[in-house]
C-alpha cells in the first residue's frame, strides 16, 4: 500500500477513532513516514495497529500508545522537550514537529545511532539524541516543558519531576514488569497534580532510578 494512503487509514481507524483530536498531532502522524523507523522485514507491518520489534528485545510502541502520550503531553511551537527511551526514534520524530527542540535518551547505542540515522535523513534537525541513563534526566538541559518516558519505571523518578518547569508536564508509566499504569504529573507552584491515564504495557526502564538490568 501507498505509505500516504497508509497514514491517513492508521490516523482515521487507530487515532481518531479512539479520541485523538488535537489537529496538530494527527498532521504529525500524517507526516512522518513511520515504515522508515522499523526494520526491512517488518515494513509492510509498519501501519498496522501493534507494536513492533526494534532489535536488542525492544518495541516501537503502538501508534495509538504514541499519540496517546503526545496528546496528553501537550506539546507546543517552542517549547522543550524530553524523551527517555529513543528507541526507533519514532516519537522522537513525531514531538519535532510539534515543539521546538526535543532531547533524547537511550540506553543502547546502536539504537541511538540507527535513529539518528533516519532523523538526519529526514531532516528532522531539532532532535538531539545521547546515548545513557535516561531514568536520571538530563540535569544539563533542564527545566523542560514536557518530559515523556517511554519505558515501564517501578516509580516515578524524584529527579524527572525537579526536571520540569512551572507548568511542565512528566507522562510515565508505572507499575510492574508486566503491566503499568500510564500517568500525567503536572508540575505547579503549588507543587505536583497527578492523574492516571489508563493502563499500558512497556518494556523496562534499566537504569539507577529504574529496574536494575
Ligand atoms: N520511544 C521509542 C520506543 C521505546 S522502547 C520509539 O518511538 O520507538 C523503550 C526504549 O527505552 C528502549 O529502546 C530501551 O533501550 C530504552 N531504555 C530503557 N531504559 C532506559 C534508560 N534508563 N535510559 C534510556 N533509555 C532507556
Not at 64 to 83: D, F, H
Not at 117 to 130: A, F, P, Q, T
Not at 190 to 209: A, D, Q
Request: with cysteine; charged share 25%; glycine share 12%.
Amino acid at each position: 500500500m501507498d505509505p500516504v494512503l497508509a497514514r491517513q487509514h492508521m490516523v482515521k481507524e487507530q487515532l481518531e477513532a479512539r479520541g485523538i483530536t488535537d489537529t496538530r498531532i494527527l498532521g504529525a502522524f500524517r507526516e512522518v513516514p513511520r515504515h522508515k523507523f522499523v526494520e526491512e522485514y517488518l515494513k509492510y507491518r509498519a501501519y498496522d495497529d501493534y507494536p513492533l520489534s526494534i532489535g536488542f528485545g525492544q518495541t516501537i510502541s503502538q501508534p495509538y500508545m504514541v499519540a496517546l502520550m503526545t496528546q496528553s503531553l501537550m506539546p507546543k511551537p517552542q517549547e522543550k522537550i524530553l524523551e527517555i527511551g529513543t528507541g526507533s526514534g519514532y516519537q522522537a520524530a513525531i514531538l519535532s514537529r510539534l515543539c521546538g527542540t526535543v532531547h533524547s535518551i537511550e540506553r543502547i547505542s546502536a539504537l541511538a545511532s540507527r535513529a539518528r540515522k533516519v532523523h538526519d535523513e529526514l531532516g528532522y534537525y531539532n532532535i538531539n539524541i545521547r546515548i545513557g541513563d535516561g531514568s536520571q534526566g538530563l540535569p544539563k538541559e533542564a527545566p523542560f516543558d514536557g518530559i515523556v518516558v517511554t519505558a515501564g519505571a517501578p516509580h516515578v523518578p524524584g529527579a524527572l519531576i525537579e526536571q520540569l518547569g512551572e507548568g511542565g508536564r512528566l507522562i510515565i508509566p508505572v507499575g510492574d514488569e508486566s503491566l503499568q499504569e500510564l500517568r500525567r504529573i503536572v508540575r505547579t507552584k503549588e507543587g505536583v497534580r497527578e492523574e492516571s491515564l489508563g493502563g499500558c504495557r512497556f518494556v523496562k526502564l534499566i537504569g539507577r532510578n529504574g529496574w536494575e538490568s
